[in-house]
């Protein structure tokens, strides 16, 4: 049998732990970067913008051990990932705030939503804690 057809298995049988603590660990490094790209082009102005780069390596770490063990993303994985969702829904408050504090808040949209913080990117960090609190409820592959 193919690795894909093995995957493909796999998912229909809710066997995903391991890929889904991989594709955790994976995706939570390239976002990382973005976060802190964006945030650099602010100055930091808020200390809270530094709060999900230091949640980032305990996820990174949590889902690399949850794709070699099952222990891990039945312990590790979810302990970590719920705080990376809790960042990401905190981050799209404090966004929405930050845009409703700019000159016209929502009633200016064509400048404040473009030119503001982006309401939605910190949905991307609740998406990959979600993942990995989804990785550990999965069945491990066989």
């Known amino acids: 049998m193919g690795a894909l057809s093995r995957l493909v298995a796999n998912a229909r049988r809710g066997r995903l732990q391991r890929t889904l603590s991989a594709t955790v660990a994976a995706s939570a490094l390239p976002l990382a970067f973005e976060v802190y ?3 650099y082009k602010g100055s930091f102005g ?3 913008e530094w709060v999900p ?4 390596p305990p996820v990174v770490l949590a889902g690399a051990a949850g794709a070699v063990s ?3 993303a039945r312990t590790a994985l979810p302990a970590a ?3 990376y969702l809790a960042n990401g829904i905190v981050g799209i408050v404090l966004h929405t705030r930050g845009v409703h504090r700019r000159p016209g808040g929502f009633r200016e949209p064509t400048y404040n939503l473009v030119m503001g913080p982006p309401l939605l990117a910190p949905g991307s960090l609740a998406l ?3 993942m990995g609190l989804v990785a550990a409820l999965a069945r491990r592959e066989r």
């Open 128 to 130: 990959v804690g979600g």
């Open 70 to 72: 099952g222990r891990a």
């Open 81 to 83: 990932s719920a705080l």
């Open 46 to 48: 808020d200390p809270w």
């Open 53 to 56: 780069l230091w949640c980032t």
């Open 37 to 39: 790209l964006e945030h």
